[in-house]
Every structure is written in structure tokens, then in C-alpha cells.
């Protein structure tokens, strides 16, 4: 006696079939990132574990007062050169997506154009009669959430009898089937997989929307603090993601063997664009800094100056009351001081005289100054930063001491404004340096503290080492060139080059495409930069991004 629950095992082949395919579909939908690609995915996989000829998807839009439907994703293999384009329709009963996505039901028409009179929507037969297509089976169903939200609509036209058919307005009774309860099953089983899918997949969209902003934000708040460097980061950037594709197109040398992925190209992105964030613990003075003396350290030695010249005035004219009291005969005032040429007025001309040339001497002393304040801008390795009569004259401003209101003698310039008047190159001293050079350490800690996915958990340490050197010259670890990432090999050429012909640094002049070229190979020279890189920097003209051109005549203007 054959066993009631004996089933044909052909029935079970085919029951079978579509759930391991279902579980496949499955994994296949979880791994995917891009939401067209993802959508593209469901309806591919839908149509074919149903045979169906055509079908489309369609997502919820609640952005507005007014949710509406917006038609996504659509194919069709009977009419494979239909482009059907991206649009909105309003969400209401009246249409088959409309009443799914508002009830939460699913709609199984064996044939379309033949509904009940008392249902309240209709087919839209704008497809069939613009591209001579007939639609009869239909299966409509909703894209659940996790929470039994209908997130959008999965809609299957056309269940036909053998999977090559190509359907006809005059074939279609006889190449199509109704959708069976147990496909009707299957696809609503696929249909909030797609959901969660489409879910995950807006949320980790909402995730990099979220760090985007964050990143711009945190570039925003570093040019706020740092206006002199204004537009780096997002130059530096660019520079970056150009160069690591072209890195992709080499066959040959050492970079053959280097390949960046869409996700390895985002990580660099991202680690130039806040590869200088750690400046927000740099002192603001310091980032600011355009002489080597601060403006207000500039102010009060101009006051002294002032005071200096006071005092000298006061001392002079004090000393000509003095010598008026006491070299004059009161008795014979008139008859003195109307003899020309008298001792006592020769002797007045002499305190003139040392005034003056006192007042000179300080004004010299100020235009020396004030000339030595501007920070030395020139790029080559060895230059005198100052002549020998300069540097007599500053020995001697140094020296140089005023009495001040309180009666006291003090220098002109005090030992510390004097070192910084002393910087050879630029305008920051070593300890204003150090705290500059800490901004990569303070990149990093902050860096560090973020939880980054598996795909940019390298993002601290690119942007960390973008001062590193190869021969180890660099700061702040002193690496060698095994140590420091390809990435942030990238990252320090398109940073050096940025830094040469940037035009908003005050402590520099701005350098030509020509002349910028030609320091990086000198850096490649020292064994300080990749040779390769740099070269295929200056082949590409990766530069050209940002709109420079190479030309001798730039270079020449310069």
C-alpha cells in the first residue's frame, strides 16, 4: 500500500529547484552595493525563477508632503530595446503598483485586460500599445521591510510556457500561463529578501551621505582655522583619485602590479581630504602666521621704537635746557644771543645734529626690520639668508638698548624676537615647526578613535604617513620606504605639488607647472618620493585636473 504522503518526485524536483535557487538569489542580493545594480539583480532573478517575459520595480518616494511611486527599474526579453526611463506617479488604488503598495496585498491576474468590474484599478496599457506588446498574466506584489513596511513593488508580467518564447500581441494566449500559487509564494519569499536588500542598501547610502558630510564639515572647520590653505585639501584630493586610476592603466615597471578598487580609491579620497584635519590642534596664531613676527609682536616693538625716539627727543632737548642754564650770563642774555655765530648756538646745531642722526639710525634699524620679517621664499637648497651687512646690522640692533618710561635700559628687540627675525627659510621657528609637524600626529589620533569598515581601515595610517619620506628624512616616525603605503606614497606627491603651486600662501610665491615638475624630480633625486609615480604624475599630466597647463611661458611669467 504506497505511503499517503508519497509525492511525485518530479513535483519535488521542481519545488525543490526555486528555493536553492531562492537561497542563491539570496546571497547574491546581500553582496550587492549599488542600488541600480541591485534592483537590475531582483528583476533579472524574479523573471527568471518564474519564467516571466518582462517586469518592472517600483519604490516609494516619501521625501515629499505627498509620497509617491517612482517607476526604477523595468525589462522586458520580448522587447529588449524599449528605453523606459525613471519617472513619478501618484500612489493611489487607481493603478495595479498604486493599490499594492498602499493595501499590502498582492495581485495574481491571469489576465489584465479582463479584471472585475468592482475592483478599483486598472491596467495601464500605454507599454502595449506604444510598443505593440500584450501583457496578460500579471503578478503584483509588495517589497516588505523587517517591520512589515511595503518599501516598494515587485511587479512580473507574462509567465510563459517555455523560457525562450518571444511574445507577440498574436502569441500570447497561447505562450503564457497564468503565475501559480506556489510562484506567487516563492517571488513574495524573494521580494523581502529585496527589501532588506533595498534597505541595507539605503541605509549604508545614508551611512556615506553621513560621512561625506562629516568629511566636508571637518574640511570646512580646517580651512576656517587655516584660510592661508584654503582649497588644498580638495585640490589634494582630486590630484589623489586621478592618479591612483592612472596608476590602474600601467603594464608595465613597478606599478604593473598595482591595482585600487572603487573602495581603495574612496579610502584614498578620503584620507586626503582630511589629511591635514589634525591642524584644528595647532595653535591658531601658528597656522596663521604670515611674517616671522606676529602682528601684535610687530605693534609693541614699533611702539618701542617710538618710546626710543621719545626718549631721544627728550634726552636732547633736556640736555640743550641744561647747557643754555648753565653757559649764559643772564646779565648779558640780549647782548649774546644777538651775536652771530655765538658758542652757545654752535653747540645747539651739535645736539641737533646727534639728533638726527640718532632718529636715522632708528629708522634705519626699522627698515631692517621690517625688511628681514618677510619670510624667505626662495626654493633652492642653499642660499645666504642674509648679506654680511645685514647680518652686522642686526648684530648691532641686537645690541641696541632704550630707556624705557619706567627709567630702565632694555633692548629694541627682545632675544626672542630676535630669533624669529633670525629664521633663515620661511617664517616659523623649530618650535613653531614641531607644532606645525604635530598636525599628522593629531590626524592620526583622531583618525583612529573613528570605527571604520573593513574598507577604509587603512584611512588613519594613509593620511599619517603623507610626510614620510623614503630614505627616512620624513616625520613624524622617520619611515623608510617599505613602511609607507602606495596610498600614501600618491598622497605626499599630490600634496608636495599642491603646497608648490598654490597661489593663496602668503609665506611663499606661487611656482609654474614647469618649475613645481622639476622640484619633484629633485625630491625623487634625494630618494625622498616615488620616481615612478612622480613620472607618471608629469607623463598624464595628472596636474591637468585642476586646470594647469604645461608651458615654459608659465614658467617664465612665474
Excluded at 233 to 247: M, P
Excluded at 527 to 547: C, P
Aim: aromatic share 8%; charged share 25%; net charge negative.
Amino acid at each position: 500500500m504506497p505511503c499517503e504522503n508519497h509525492k511525485d518526485p518530479q513535483e519535488s524536483t521542481q519545488r525543490v529547484e526555486p528555493i536553492e535557487q531562492l537561497l542563491a538569489i539570496g546571497t547574491a542580493l546581500s553582496s550587492s552595493q549599488n542600488l541600480g545594480e541591485l534592483l537590475s539583480l531582483i528583476l533579472s532573478k524574479s523573471r527568471e525563477i518564474t519564467y516571466s517575459d518582462a517586469g518592472s520595480v517600483y519604490l516609494i518616494d516619501q521625501s515629499d508632503a505627498v509620497p509617491k511611486l517612482l517607476f526604477k527599474a523595468a525589462q522586458n526579453a520580448s522587447q529588449p530595446n524599449a528605453d523606459l526611463k525613471e519617472f513619478a506617479m501618484p500612489l493611489s488604488h487607481k493603478s495595479l503598483a498604486g493599490y499594492v503598495a498602499l493595501t499590502g496585498k498582492s495581485l495574481n491576474l491571469p489576465d489584465a485586460y479582463n479584471l472585475p468590474s468592482d475592483v478599483p484599478y486598472d491596467l495601464d496599457d500605454s507599454f502595449d500599445r506604444d510598443f505593440s506588446y500584450r501583457t496578460r498574466s500579471v503578478l503584483v506584489l509588495p517589497m516588505q521591510d523587517q517591520y512589515g513596511e511595503v518599501i516598494g513593488v515587485l511587479q512580473l508580467i507574462n509567465r510563459k510556457v517555455e523560457p525562450d518564447a518571444v511574445i507577440t500581441p498574436e502569441n500570447v494566449t497561447k505562450v503564457t500561463q497564468p503565475y501559480s500559487e506556489w510562484e506567487e509564494r516563492i517571488v513574495r519569499s524573494l521580494a523581502s529578501q529585496a527589501a532588506i536588500s533595498i534597505e541595507r542598501n539605503n541605509l549604508q547610502e545614508s551611512i556615506e551621505n553621513l560621512f561625506e558630510s562629516f568629511v566636508k564639515a571637518s574640511v570646512e572647520l580646517i580651512e576656517m582655522r587655516d584660510p592661508t590653505t584654503s582649497g588644498h585639501s580638495e585640490r589634494v584630493a582630486e590630484l589623489v583619485v586621478c592618479l591612483s586610476k592612472e596608476v590602474n592603466l600601467v603594464t608595465a615597471g613597478s606599478l604593473r602590479s598595482i591595482y585600487f578598487g572603487d573602495r581603495q580609491i574612496k579610502e584614498i579620497h578620503y584620507a586626503a581630504l582630511l589629511h591635514d584635519f589634525g591642524k584644528v590642534c595647532v595653535p591658531e596664531a601658528i597656522l596663521r602666521k604670515q611674517k616671522k613676527l606676529y602682528p601684535e609682536q610687530l605693534e609693541i616693538v614699533r611702539h618701542r621704537f617710538a618710546i626710543a625716539q621719545r626718549t631721544l627727543e627728550m634726552e636732547v632737548a633736556q640736555a640743550k635746557f641744561k647747557h643754555l642754564l648753565g653757559s649764559l650770563d643772564h646779565r648779558h642774555l640780549t647782548d649774546v644771543t644777538s651775536e652771530i655765530g655765538c658758542p652757545y648756538c654752535q653747540e645747539q646745531q651739535k645736539f641737533d645734529t646727534h639728533l638726527a642722526q640718532a632718529i636715522d639710525k632708528l629708522t634705519r634699524f626699522w627698515e631692517l626690520l621690517l625688511d628681514v620679517n618677510e619670510p624667505e621664499t626662495r626654493e633652492t637648497d642653499e642660499f645666504q639668508a642674509f648679506s654680511e651687512e645685514a647680518l652686522a646690522q642686526l648684530t648691532e640692533l641686537s645690541k641696541y638698548t632704550y630707556r624705557d618710561i619706567d627709567g630702565q635700559l632694555k633692548p629694541l628687540v627682545s632675544l626672542e624676537e630676535m630669533t624669529q627675525l633670525m629664521v633663515p627659510r620661511g617664517n616659523l621657528t623649530p618650535e613653531e615647526r614641531l607644532e606645525i609637524e604635530a598636525h599628522v600626529t593629531h590626524t592620526y589620533k583622531f583618525l583612529q578613535r573613528i570605527p571604520w569598515t573593513k574598507h577604509f581601515k587603512n584611512l588613519p595610517l594613509i593620511a599619517y604617513r603623507h610626510h614620510e619620506k623614503l630614505d627616512g628624512s620624513g616625520y613624524p616616525q622617520g619611515l623608510t620606504h617599505e613602511d609607507i603605503p602606495i596610498q600614501t606614497q600618491i598622497l605626499t606627491i599630490a600634496d608636495i605639488y599642491d603646497a608648490l603651486t598654490a597661489s593663496d600662501r602668503p609665506y611663499k610665491r606661487r611656482l609654474s607647472v614647469e618649475t613645481s615638475l622639476q622640484i619633484l624630480r629633485q625630491e625623487v633625486n634625494k630618494n625622498k618620493i616615488n620616481s615612478d609615480l612622480v613620472e607618471l604624475f608629469a607623463q598624464r599630466q595628472v596636474f591637468g585636473i585642476l586646470g594647469h597647463t604645461f608651458t615654459v611661458e608659465e614658467d617664465s611669467a612665474a
